[in-house]
């Protein structure tokens, strides 16, 4: 089947205002996680959810992000009142959840904040 | 705090030579070591990995060399090719926890 997807690819934004990133994980997984990359930096982990479980949201940087993933499937990625320094691509990824399974990333959505 | 720390930051290496990335890492409870490959404009793809029962495992022209009491591990990338420029990332993990070094930029020069 497919792999992930994140949709929109890019998105330009104006400081201040609110955006929405999709991710659509691969069918079955389990275990969804949001990664930020910014320019010539590592996969800083956002959040992580498992099933029916809480989320893990121990790496959102501000109140201002949120996350939530519907039915078990498809998550969106929230950022509110975006600022400059959240300029970045973030990556979506999706296992089968457990130790030891691989996590398979989606292509990214880059967001540039003006 | 990085938990993962990884270098070099970028590494340059001719055609035919060794690629050797190290990363360390800080919590005895992670229990499994990826590496992940990134290519302009892709996301991530898992490359090879290791689990810390043993101290080497190699795929191919990819090795990982794993030294547990040292909490070191290293990816060496034999015959490097041109093909083989791309962003590599170390991780490690516990259960679902998964924590990434900031990654090496790799050139193989023709």
């Known amino acids: 089947g497919a792999g992930v997807s994140q949709s929109p690819s890019n998105k330009v934004t104006e400081k201040g205002k609110d955006v929405e990133l999709r991710c659509d994980p691969i069918?079955?997984?389990?275990?969804l996680y949001w990664y930020r990359q910014s320019l010539g930096q590592g996969l800083e982990f956002l959040i992580y959810?498992?099933?029916?479980?809480?989320?893990?949201k121990s790496g959102l940087p501000s109140d201002r992000f949120s996350a939530e993933r519907t039915g078990g499937s498809v998550s969106t990625l929230t950022i509110q009142r975006t600022q400059q320094e959240d300029s970045a691509v973030y990556l979506c990824?999706?296992?089968?959840?457990?130790?030891?399974?691989?996590?398979?990333f989606g292509p990214g959505t880059r967001l540039t904040v003006l | 705090q990085q938990q993962v720390k990884q270098s070099p930051q970028s590494l340059i290496v001719q055609k035919g030579g060794i690629s050797i990335i190290n990363c360390a890492y800080e919590?005895?409870?992670?229990?499994?070591f990826p590496w992940y490959q990134q290519f302009p404009g892709k996301g991530p793809a898992l490359l090879i990995a290791?689990?810390?029962?043993?101290s080497e495992k190699k795929e191919g022209r990819f090795t990982i060399s794993f030294n547990k009491s040292a909490k070191q591990f290293s990816l060496h990338i034999m015959d490097s090719q041109p093909g083989d420029s791309a962003t590599y990332f170390c991780?490690?993990?516990?259960?679902?926890?998964?924590?990434f070094g900031a990654g090496t930029r790799l050139t193989v020069k023709p």
């Open positions: 991780a490690a993990s516990n259960n679902n926890d998964m924590r």
């Open positions: 919590n005895t409870a992670f229990d499994y």
């Open positions: 990824a999706s296992s089968l959840g457990g130790p030891y399974h691989e996590q398979f």
């Open positions: 069918s079955g997984h389990t275990a």
């Open positions: 290791i689990r810390p029962d043993v």
């Open positions: 959810f498992q099933g029916n479980s809480a989320p893990d």
